[in-house]
């Protein structure tokens, strides 16, 4: 069993910061990659940006230049910093992590349970 737990969520104005964390704990072999959805109420789940155990790093057209992903390996934790948000980034945010569990060596695909994340004035 993997946990992944989100923290960082809430409300900010326009034009404001945020930064998410998800740190991954329980029987973990190896984490392949990491990375944060996003779902807007009546909308399907997107992908916003994920990285690799080898640095690579991928993201939304919508959150380009303004959403940076990073991930602290020894600590199995994973950061989106969010610069320049707008209304449209209000959406609950997930974190996953796929890689390989310590006690069966089989692949495990985790979701933490979403932090709610509001820009509004």
């Known amino acids: 069993q993997v946990q992944l737990v989100e923290s960082g969520g809430g409300l900010v104005q326009p034009g404001g910061s945020l930064r998410l964390s998800c740190a991954a704990s329980?029987?973990?072999?190896?984490?392949?990659?990491m990375g944060w959805y996003r779902q807007a109420p009546g909308k399907q789940r997107e992908l916003v940006a994920t990285?690799?155990?080898?640095?690579?790093?991928k993201y939304a057209d919508s959150v380009k230049g303004r959403f940076t992903i990073s991930r602290d390996n020894a600590k199995n934790t994973v950061y989106l910093q969010m610069n320049s948000l707008k209304p449209e980034d209000t959406a609950v945010y997930y974190c996953?992590?796929?890689?390989?569990?310590?006690?069966?060596?089989?692949?495990?695909?985790?979701w933490g349970q979403g932090t709610q994340v509001t820009v509004s004035s």
């Open positions: 996953n992590a796929m890689g390989i569990d310590s006690r069966w060596r089989s692949r495990f695909d985790s």
């Open positions: 329980g029987s973990i072999f190896s984490i392949n990659a």
């Open positions: 990285t690799t155990s080898g640095a690579n790093t």
